[in-house]
C-alpha cells in the first residue's frame, strides 16, 4: 500500500513558476512508479509526467515537455513537479499518483486507469 500526500499549489502569473511536492510512503519494498496527472473544469484527467522506480526513466506531455521536470528527493520518498513559464491552460487540480509493484506497459504511464494510488489533489491557477 502506497500512501500519497501533496503540497505546494496555488494562483501564479502567466510565465511564473511554481514547484508542486507529493511525499510517498509504501509499506513495501517493491517497486514504485510515480506521475503527476491533472484535471481541468469540465476536462478529463490527463497525464502529465512520468518517472520510473528508479528515477532514470521519465516521460512527459507535449504540454509539459521542455517547461516541467518530475524529479525525487529527500531520499526519495518525495516526488516534484517543478513547473516553469506557466501558462493559463495549465490552470488544473494536478494529482501525483503511483503504481506499486509489477512495472507499466510501454505508454502506460500516460494511462490513469493503471495507477492505484492517488494523492488529494492540489489546485493550481495560473492567471493575470
Known amino acids: 500500500q502506497v500512501q500519497l500526500r501533496q503540497g505546494g499549489g496555488g494562483l501564479v502569473h502567466p510565465g511564473d513558476s511554481l514547484k508542486l511536492s507529493c511525499v510517498f510512503s509504501a509499506r513495501s519494498l517493491s517497486r514504485v512508479d510515480l506521475a503527476w496527472f491533472r484535471q481541468a473544469p469540465g476536462k478529463e484527467r490527463e497525464f502529465v509526467a512520468y518517472?520510473?522506480?528508479?528515477?532514470?526513466?521519465?516521460h512527459y506531455s507535449n504540454s509539459a515537455k521542455d517547461r516541467f521536470t518530475i524529479f525525487r528527493a529527500n531520499a526519495k520518498d518525495t516526488l516534484y513537479l517543478q513547473m516553469n513559464n506557466l501558462k493559463p491552460e495549465d490552470t488544473a487540480i494536478y494529482y501525483c499518483?503511483?503504481?506499486?509493484?509489477?512495472?507499466?506497459?510501454?505508454?502506460?504511464?500516460?494511462?490513469?486507469?493503471?495507477?492505484?494510488?492517488w494523492g488529494q489533489g492540489t489546485q493550481v491557477t495560473v492567471s493575470s
Open positions: 499518483a503511483a503504481k506499486q509493484g509489477v512495472s507499466l506497459p510501454t505508454g502506460g504511464w500516460a494511462r490513469s486507469d493503471l495507477y492505484d494510488y
Open positions: 518517472l520510473s522506480d528508479s528515477g532514470v526513466v521519465s
